[in-house]
């Protein structure tokens, strides 16, 4: 088991294996989350029942609680891709870094800016400088500073190592976002889904919401591999077998 | 279906203008990410094609 553990790992570890294996895989992610994304929409925008205190007004959380999770989980997979290549030097680590941040970024703006906009019809106004809101956007400024960051130095290795740093150092505002509702008083309402105990929303407005949030996932999975693939393709542009394959891309 | 028409369905109630506002900018959001690295791709493995091009001619006239 720990020798297969660590044989997977020396894989991961290897741009080319990578390539390769990502190369089969990508269908596999693309095409149901296309799939999931679609089925999910149209029935949350047109089958879901109206809320009886929000109206249509509600159906906003299809894409506001997927984005808003998703943001998190891909902050914390970031700050764990960056430890990996603090600790272990894997190259591989700081590419998934990097390809994150900005699709992290993207999905933290879009529960922020959907949030908004739900929050006009429902509490009478756009934002509100609570602690749930100032902490998804200090989420948002995180993810800038990690980009930022990646670049910033002279060589390759230290960027990659004062991204990592400052993604691990913001690790701590996850669980602020998460209890934000519960330990301050907030125009937010509390979390929908909760792992532990049964949700607060009806089935038939549920599935969608959890149609979405895989959705949701597998883009983010697909976006990752197409931005490493580019990384690697990048910097193993010396190697033979990047050259081989420009080579089949000359000819034709 | 929970509307009762098309019209009724683009309506959402009085609250069109949001949900459908919320849905469009998440589209636009999704599509920049999936053309991102498609363009990117284009151009590296461009860039790299050129470079080998040069390399040939180079070596055929030395």
Same mark, same amino acid.
């Given at each position: ?5 660590? =044989? ?13 294996? $990502? *190369? ?21 925008? !047109? %089958?879901? #029942? ?18 808003? +999770? @998703?943001?998190?989980?891909?902050? !914390? ?11 272990? =030097? ?6 998934? !870094?990097?390809?994150? !941040?900005? +699709?992290?970024? $993207? %999905?933290?703006?879009?529960? @922020? +800016?959907?949030? *908004? ?17 100032? $902490? ?11 980009? /930022? ?9 230290? $960027?990659?190592?004062?991204? /990592?740093? @400052?993604? @691990? ?32 929303? /009806?089935?038939?407005?549920?599935? #969608? ?10 883009? %983010? ?7 490493? =693939? ?23 | ?29 999704? &599509?920049?990410? &999936? ?28």
């Amino acid at each position: 088991m720990w020798e297969a553990l660590k =044989r997977l790992y020396h894989r991961m570890g290897s741009p080319k294996w990578f390539y390769e294996i $990502s *190369a089969r895989w990508l269908p596999w992610f693309a095409i149901p989350a296309a799939l999931f994304m679609i089925v999910g929409t149209v029935w949350g925008l !047109a %089958f879901a #029942p109206a809320d009886y205190q929000q109206g249509n007004s509600f159906r906003i959380i299809y894409i506001h609680v997927p984005a808003a +999770i @998703l943001a998190q989980s891909a902050y !914390a997979m970031m700050a764990i891709a960056g430890a990996i290549y603090l600790i272990w =030097r894997m190259k591989m680590a700081a590419w998934v !870094a990097a390809a994150i !941040a900005p +699709i992290g970024a $993207s %999905f933290c703006f879009i529960a @922020l +800016i959907t949030g *908004a906009i739900w929050g006009k019809p429902t509490w009478g106004t756009w934002w509100v400088w609570d602690a749930r809101l100032t $902490s998804m956007l200090l989420l948002l400024f995180l993810y800038f500073g990690v980009m /930022a960051l990646q670049k910033a130095m002279d060589t390759e290795d230290t $960027s990659a190592k004062a991204g /990592a740093i @400052l993604s @691990l150092v913001g690790l701590v505002n996850i669980p602020i976002i998460k209890y934000s509702v519960e330990w301050w008083n907030t125009l937010h309402q509390p979390a929908t889904l909760k792992l532990t105990e049964e949700s607060t929303m /009806a089935m038939d407005m549920l599935i #969608p919401l959890l149609i979405m949030i895989v959705g949701f996932y597998l883009l %983010f999975a697909t976006l990752i591999f197409m931005r490493t =693939r580019n990384s690697v393709l990048w910097h193993e542009r010396k190697k033979n077998w990047v050259k081989k394959l420009v080579q089949v891309q000359a000819e034709k | 279906m929970f509307f009762d028409s098309f019209a009724e369905f683009l309506a959402m109630g009085k609250h069109g203008f949001y949900v459908w506002l919320c849905y469009g900018i998440t589209a636009l959001v999704i &599509i920049a990410n &999936i053309l991102a690295p498609i363009r990117q791709r284009k151009k590296l493995i461009e860039q790299q094609v050129r470079l080998q091009r040069r390399e040939k001619k180079n070596a055929s006239e030395a």
